[in-house]
């Protein structure tokens, strides 16, 4: 299948404009579960990328105190939970902090870690009765091993963004095709057996919920560096969280998505353009993310 047989056009629609006395709350707010003391860098790119996309209001919850002290320099807009204490998960309960939140969408998994308490995050964050969107990415990914029919059971919409080897984990097969049109019977098979969208990365990402499927024309070579995929992540929280806040049928949940991976690679193309394509990294993904914007916000609309 080509990208013109898709169902949405090459050139998603953008986030539409805030209304004139917007406030923080209406531009979205963002939970982040993100980083750990190995992996501190995918807590700030997941932060950084979300506010540079138009989160209002970004905040980043993290087992490690220690990733806390850098992101409050490099992050110094958001907030920040500690969870290095909580009991809460060794009881089987989604920690107190995270009770009862005003979140408009959730990302869980950039740089977490693997282990007990994280299992068990993502599992309680899954089971939430809160119904916003929840991307799971990375870290978030790998605890559902083979079953992600596991994740039904998430009230709000529910995204995941695996790349070829967490897509094989998840669907327990040795490979991923490389094809476009097998890549496109994978990512739907993941869609439909989780209830949710899926995010299948690379060459031509694949944007399905089972039924619409759009095959992404942007991004390059270059963006297959570290942490490009927890900018994404930032990028779909703060996409679905003015998505969430807006309930507009102008721009619904898989619009958000889509609209989120064509900006994460149209950011990549500007990036290539002004610096060539050896030197692009995660955070100059970011830095390119307000241009990207823009440029798509103006494009002339067929």
Not at 16 to 42: F, N, Q, W, Y
Not at 71 to 97: C, F, H, N
Not at 229 to 239: F, H, M, N, P
């Amino acid at each position: 299948m080509s990208p013109e047989m898709t169902t949405l056009s090459n050139a998603p629609k953008p986030p539409p404009p805030l209304a004139h006395d917007a406030h923080k709350g209406i531009a979205g707010r963002v939970l982040c579960l993100a980083g750990s003391e190995t992996m501190p860098g995918a807590a700030l790119l997941v932060a950084r990328a979300a506010q540079r996309a138009g989160a209002g209001l970004v905040t980043l919850a993290t087992f490690d105190r220690n990733v806390i002290y850098p992101a409050a320099v490099a992050v110094p807009e958001a907030i920040y939970i500690d969870l290095s204490r909580s009991k809460d998960l060794i009881a089987g309960r989604l920690p107190a902090q995270l009770v009862g939140r005003g979140d408009h969408a959730r990302v869980a998994g950039p740089g977490l870690g693997r282990g007990g308490r994280t299992d068990e995050l993502i599992r309680r964050v899954v089971e939430d009765d809160f119904d916003g969107p929840l991307v799971l990415d990375a870290d978030g990914l790998n605890i559902i091993g083979a079953t992600p029919e596991v994740l039904a059971q998430c009230r709000g919409p529910l995204v995941l963004t695996p790349h070829h080897g967490e897509a094989s984990r998840l669907l327990g097969r040795d490979r991923i095709p490389s094809a476009d049109a097998e890549r496109i019977e994978v990512a739907q098979q993941l869609a439909r057996s989780s209830s949710g969208i899926c995010v299948l990365k690379g060459h031509h990402t694949v944007v399905t919920d089972g039924e619409q499927t759009f095959v992404n024309p942007t991004g390059n070579p270059a963006m297959a560096t570290a942490g490009s995929g927890d900018v994404l992540s930032g990028i779909l929280g703060a996409y679905l969280a003015y998505s969430h806040e807006l309930q507009s049928s102008d721009w619904n949940v898989f619009e958000a998505v889509c609209s989120g991976v064509y900006m994460h690679g149209l950011a990549g193309d500007i990036a290539v353009e002004t610096l060539g394509e050896r030197a692009v990294t995660a955070s100059v993904l970011i830095d390119h993310l307000g241009v990207a914007q823009l440029q798509h916000q103006r494009a002339p609309r067929g």
